[in-house]
């Protein structure tokens, strides 16, 4: 009754060449919340650090490479809802729309067409979820956001 050719009990072991889905750096925003102090690494280490991550636009072996445009699209919008911020819109008005990053990153990093690299996608998803509900975080994601692609761009990890 039992087939020699057949596997007996459950799982496959898994490819040793299976690949790990990227991770975002770790990030904490402020040293100290309360008094709004940012931690000193966020904007400097931390942020090179991520920015190292996203592929090099030199690599020939990804078709999902950061452009410009997609940082725009994505940077620009956030950089929008933080203008609108700072110009007296209320944060309760400002949240959903921030919320909603997280289906257009989903959007963006779908199979076929143009995507983000995995990179990227996932700095963004694990940022959304690290601002939560919470302005000062939002704030904060900004500067970090701001400046992780400037090292993208000093880098070379952001092409035409």
């Known amino acids: 009754m039992n087939n020699p050719n057949q596997r007996s009990g459950g799982t496959r072991p ?21 008094r709004k ?13 991520q920015a190292n991550k996203f592929p090099d636009v030199n690599d020939r072996n990804r078709k999902d490479k950061l452009s410009k445009s997609q940082i725009r699209r994505f940077f620009g ?29 989903a959007y963006a990093k779908r199979s076929g067409g143009k995507k983000i690299p995995e990179e990227f996608a996932a700095f963004l998803e694990e940022n959304i979820k690290l601002v ?3 302005e000062d975080n939002f ?14 761009y000093g880098n070379n990890k952001i092409g035409d």
């Open 139 to 152: 704030r904060a994601f900004v500067l970090y956001f701001e400046a992780v692609l400037g090292f993208a």
């Open 37 to 49: 102090i940012l931690d000193p690494e966020l904007l400097d280490q931390k942020a090179q650090e």
């Open 77 to 105: 919008a956030i950089k929008n809802l933080h203008f609108q911020l700072e110009n007296g819109r209320p944060w309760e008005q400002v949240l959903p729309l921030f919320k909603m990053f997280q289906s257009k990153v």
């Open 14 to 34: 898994q490819s040793q060449t299976q690949k790990e889905a990227p991770t975002a750096v770790k990030v904490v925003y402020y040293k100290d919340k309360a």
């Open 132 to 134: 939560g509900n919470d």
